[in-house]
């Protein structure tokens, strides 16, 4: 399956900032995706990074506050704009094609204080 | 929109013995159901996944079943050892791999030795 990095790691910010979070694959893959992860709580979409074109986002998750690039088939950006404590979660990229299933980085675990 | 229910939601079970996490869904659509093990600091794995035109997989001592009348689904580890205490998630998809996930609550698993 396909090694997924996520950068950074982790990080701690203050309120009102913004935070780029990279996802780099070692191949090409069809499908990005970007995932929050509240303190003990699963996993909910926040939106498909599409390749050269606006992404798709979920209810809920607006471009303003989730700003996502995807520049090529191996790279994609989440920005979270404009941070608050609420904003304290894990983000998780994940990938999908060529008939793999998703597959998972070790998430971006961001703190806001 | 899909909806997926998961229990329990915390499972302690004695080394060696079995454990079983349920879950159901709500669309009719769905057709793919990925499980993934998250262990602390990490992301999501994916460790067995069923589609829906099959009705149980194996793997070693991981097994899932299907049952698409119901709109149930679980999965069952046998002989379970220390190193599968971790958080359990389950998922739905009415497409494969290329689509967006819905995931249950989680399932917090500690097997004590």
């Known amino acids: 399956s396909a090694v997924i990095s996520q950068k950074p790691s982790r990080d701690i910010c203050q309120r009102g900032t913004s935070l780029t979070i990279q996802c780099q694959v070692d191949s090409q893959v069809t499908m990005m995706f970007w995932y929050r992860q509240q303190p003990g709580q699963s996993l909910t979409l926040i939106a498909t990074a599409n390749q050269g074109s606006e992404a798709t986002y979920e209810s809920g998750f607006v471009i303003d506050k989730f700003p996502i690039s995807r520049p090529n088939l191996t790279f994609s950006t989440l920005t979270v704009s404009n941070m608050s404590p609420e904003d304290s979660s894990i983000y998780l990229c994940?990938?999908?094609?060529?008939?793999?299933?998703?597959?998972f980085g070790d998430g971006t675990r961001l703190s806001i204080l | 929109g899909e909806n997926v229910e998961q229990h329990p939601s915390t499972l302690s079970v004695q080394e060696g013995d079995s454990a079983v996490i349920k879950c159901t869904y709500s669309?009719?659509?769905?057709?793919?159901f990925p499980w993934y093990k998250q262990e602390l600091g990490k992301g999501p794995q994916l460790i067995i996944d069923?589609?829906?035109?099959?009705g149980e997989k194996k793997d070693q001592r991981i097994a899932v079943t299907l049952n698409k009348t119901a709109k149930h689904f679980s999965l069952h580890i046998t002989e379970t050892q220390p190193e599968d205490s971790a958080v359990y998630f389950c998922?739905?998809?009415?497409?494969?791999?290329?689509?967006?996930?819905?995931f249950g609550a989680g399932t917090i698993l500690r097997v004590k030795s």
């Open positions: 669309d009719s659509a769905s057709n793919y």
């Open positions: 994940s990938v999908s094609g060529g008939g793999q299933p998703q597959h």
């Open positions: 998922a739905a998809t009415p497409m494969e791999y290329g689509n967006k996930l819905v």
């Open positions: 069923i589609r829906s035109n099959v």
